[in-house]
């Protein structure tokens, strides 16, 4: 089965031109009809951690057997919007049905950071409902794993319901079966009278950041990780690698001014880390080994100290070994 009904040739230009692309059918009938049986068993796919926010309800989407996943997506995406193939990850995969009392013209968001590209799958989406982009103005990407902490950030005047009101707003009409791409972190965008409408979200990037796990091939390296560090060989000629589920690296200032150094993994609480760990999260780019990390962080010092704290992270999640 496949799940994308055309060439992505015909788009890549059209995406680095004006910033997204809306294909009519772009969905196959096969893979719709698949989107419809499984929207019909929704409440038992339901995410609890988004159970009861906000205006829709959000589930996992489970690929059939029978399509090339993830393959078929990262290929046409890359194909379109000019992402690295071989470094893709897939960080969404979520179904969102609207409730039937959705807002009518609720605020613009931008999607959390690992959405460099977004790409929704219209299922069932009422004759007067819209998907609303803002493409043009502020367009700098959200650097937070969630809306809401974007939304905490900004000040005053750069809350969108201020910021957007002099900007350029893309209203695309879309139907059963179209595909609509575009940079889901950079782009504010809302569903406008999305009452009961139903939606296929993915979000791809290829910097390899997958806070929520979803990426089919994440557990597995985070397996290797554990493997190799219980193994116990050949680990300096290892490249370590910030994991796909690091959150933040933070310092911290109590309010007796007192600073620490913390990291957190995606969903779980923060965790202390040395001044030779944070050096080391830093240079971890995924091409130096773990010997050069070692020799850079250590400058002359104790190699074997600054090993012991660096596998460290590895154990905790903060870093992957390739």
Known sequence: ???????????????????????????????????LKFVAELASHRLAELAGK???EQALLEFPDDVDYPGELYDVIAAVSGLNR??????????????????????????????????????????????????????????????????????????????LKNAREVELDDHDRDVLIFPGSATWHLRRRGANAVNLYLKFNDFGSDPLGEDPSTAGLRERTLSALQAGDGLDALVPALSRRLDTV???????????LQARIYGEAPFGITQAQFEALRLADGRRSLADVLSEVAAGGDVEQVRREVLGLAERGALDLL
Do not use: C
């Open 1 to 35: 089965m496949k799940v994308f009904d055309f060439d992505p040739a015909d788009y890549r230009s059209q995406y680095q031109q004006q910033g997204y692309v809306h294909i009519r059918e772009g969905v196959t009938t096969e893979f719709h009809d698949y989107l």
């Open 54 to 56: 906000g205006n829709k």
């Open 86 to 163: 071989e470094t893709m990850v897939l960080s969404e995969r979520h179904i969102k049905a609207y409730e039937a009392d959705a807002k009518p013209e609720p605020t613009a968001h931008k999607d959390r950071y690992p959405s460099q590209v977004s790409v929704g799958l219209s299922i069932k989406i009422p004759e007067e409902s819209t998907l609303v982009l803002y493409p043009h103005d502020h367009v700098a990407p959200n650097p937070f794993n969630s809306a809401a902490e974007l939304w905490a950030s900004l000040q005053p005047d750069e809350q969108p319901d201020v910021a």
């Open 250 to 260: 933070e310092h911290v200032y109590t309010r007796g001014w007192a600073e620490s």
